[in-house]
């Protein structure tokens, strides 16, 4: 049995759904996270266990019951860690494209989470349970880059409000299909479940969550363009839905770019290159780079050549 928290629902949270209730009460819960203790019983509503779909009424009593960090059976890997910085506290990965951030089927090995075990041991908070141990947020296989790993629950519940309150920086650079004619610009579009695809995501108004990504000019390459993203919020596929839907969609995006892929990339063109946040335990802010990898520089080598061919 793990911790025991309790809640009384106010006039304002009259109406809400529970899990979206529970996850603003308390940051270490996403939604997800706070659904899925739902569905496994740890919740109460004066006394008696409630869907996750139950709306909030004004003085209901919630009681919530978080499930203690199972044994975790995904085994410690030695495999090596490109670190930018670590303590006590936290570490900053600088993942390269083709390693998956966690066990998922088809990938129960080869992962950060089995190179994190090595290197770390029983120093990974247990907030996002046993598969997920440590990753505050994370990014695709093929999208290489900065992520942060928290060490213990408090860095995590404090990383994780700090993404959840948007003042956790992130930018990335990028590679799209076509020539953006503006310096800068916003997508503002909600992204949610494809609704034909389930493993894909879209831009939609149905089962959505606010979607911001900004994004400013680096270079322009006549067919393709250089931008810097910048994350406002923290979507899944974020800034691959988002460029596809204003139709640029990321170089190399097997997904949602062009049916005739770009060669040579293996998957998308897209690098994490920068965050920045408020250390949990010092309070200091911290900001990372990561350098741009082969694979990325090589490409804009190549369409710069072309570039000058043409001119």
Known sequence: MGDTLIFTVSSENSNVRIDKFISEQNSRFSRSAAARIIDEGGVCVNGKQVSKNYKCRENDKITVVVPQAKPLETRPENIPLDIVYEDRDLLVVNKPKGMVVHPAAGNYEGTLVNALLYHCGDSLSGINGVIRPGIVHRIDKDTSGL??????????????????????????????????????????????????DRKKMAVTYRNSKNAVTHYEILNRFGNFTHLRCTLETGRTHQIRVHMAYIGHPVAGDEVYGPKKV?????????????????????????????????????????LEGEKKKYR
């Open 147 to 196: 992520l942060i790993v928290a060490k213990n629950d408090t860095a995590h519940i404090s990383l994780a409000k700090q993404i959840k309150e948007h003042s956790f920086h992130r930018a990335y650079e990028c590679v799209v299909h076509g020539n953006i004619t503006v310096e800068n610009g916003t997508v503002n579009q909600p992204i949610g479940r494809h609704p034909k």
């Open 262 to 302: 770009q060669k040579g990339l293996n998957g998308q063109c897209l690098h994490a290159k920068h965050i920045g946040f408020v250390h949990p335990k010092t309070g200091k802010w911290l900001e990372f780079e990561s350098m741009l990898p082969a694979y990325f520089t090589n490409f804009l080598e190549k």
